[in-house]
């Protein structure tokens, strides 16, 4: 089926940020002393705040009381925010603004659905915003990734079938999310993705539009 719509991932297919959430989440799991390096990050990839926290509590047989729960999900986020000041155009990931001309160019329609709450700050920090049709973030969702929510909300918002859009994804959660929504999938800067993706590229500079759309 000829692709009308692209629905990209924030975090680790447009921007760097996916670095920025890791180095905060480590924080973190030190503080509560459990043992976290690239490997157990990869479980959180993708999924939302709240799931992260009580995934690294998980890991680490750890339990807490509900305001301590609240007191880290926030000093996780001032910390992840006061990583990404200086964010601009520059961590934009390889190929992301030459696609984003191109299918725009096409009028291919264009949307970000990611787990972030923090989506729209970032897109106007990249000066990205009005490339998209739709931004479809973890304030705008009941379930979050790997439920297919987000990418629906997106195809929806298009007017078009999941099966006739795109998504881009770097997290096996956002992979699934994809698969389950009918979407064709497609794997982008996570060689853990590779397996599992209908399609990978080590990133978007390798991807040609003109072959599916
Ligand atoms: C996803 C990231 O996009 O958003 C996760 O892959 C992150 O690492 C999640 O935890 C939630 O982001 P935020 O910005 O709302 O804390
Ligand atoms: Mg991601």
Same mark, same amino acid.
């Given at each position: 089926?000829?692709?009308?719509?692209?629905?990209? #991932?924030?975090?680790?297919?447009?921007?760097?940020?996916? /670095?920025? /959430?890791?180095?905060?989440?480590?924080?973190?799991?030190?503080?509560?002393?459990?043992?976290?390096?690239?490997?157990?990050?990869?479980?959180?990839?993708?999924?939302?705040?709240?799931?992260?926290?009580?995934?690294?509590?998980?890991?680490?047989?750890?339990?807490?009381?509900?305001? =301590?729960?609240?007191?880290?999900?926030?000093?996780?986020?001032?910390?992840? &925010?006061?990583? +990404?000041? =200086?964010?601009?155009?520059? #961590?934009?990931? *390889?190929?992301?603004? #030459?696609? &984003? &001309?191109?299918?725009k160019a096409q009028g291919i329609k264009l949307g970000v659905g990611s787990s972030s709450?923090?989506?729209?700050? +970032?897109?106007?920090?990249?000066?990205?915003?009005?490339?998209?049709?739709?931004?479809?973030?973890?304030?705008?969702?009941?379930?979050?990734?790997? /439920? *297919? =929510?987000?990418?629906?909300?997106?195809?929806?918002?298009?007017? !078009?079938? *999941?099966?006739?859009? +795109?998504?881009?994804?770097?997290?096996?959660?956002? +992979?699934?999310?994809?698969?389950?929504?009918?979407?064709? #999938?497609?794997?982008?800067?996570?060689?853990?993705?590779?397996?599992?993706?209908?399609?990978?590229?080590?990133?978007?500079?390798? !991807?040609?539009? =003109?072959?599916?759309?």
């Amino acid at each position: 089926m000829k692709i009308k719509g692209l629905l990209f #991932d924030l975090d680790g297919v447009i921007v760097t940020t996916e /670095h920025n /959430h890791f180095v905060a989440w480590k924080r973190t799991a030190d503080e509560l002393g459990v043992p976290f390096t690239e490997r157990e990050n990869e479980q959180l990839k993708g999924i939302s705040r709240i799931d992260s926290l009580k995934m690294i509590l998980k890991m680490g047989n750890v339990f807490i009381s509900e305001s =301590e729960f609240d007191a880290l999900l926030k000093s996780k986020n001032d910390f992840y &925010l006061e990583s +990404i000041q =200086e964010l601009n155009q520059s #961590d934009l990931l *390889p190929g992301v603004m #030459d696609l &984003l &001309l191109k299918a725009k160019a096409q009028g291919i329609k264009l949307g970000v659905g990611s787990s972030s709450k923090n989506a729209n700050f +970032i897109l106007g920090l990249l000066g990205i915003a009005d490339f998209f049709d739709v931004v479809v973030d973890g304030n705008g969702v009941s379930d979050p990734k790997p /439920h *297919p =929510e987000v990418f629906l909300n997106g195809a929806k918002a298009f007017g !078009f079938l *999941p099966a006739e859009c +795109i998504v881009f994804e770097d997290a096996t959660s956002g +992979i699934q999310a994809a698969k389950t929504g009918g979407f064709l #999938d497609i794997g982008v800067g996570n060689p853990e993705v590779k397996e599992i993706a209908t399609n990978y590229y080590n990133d978007l500079t390798e !991807f040609r539009l =003109e072959d599916y759309a």
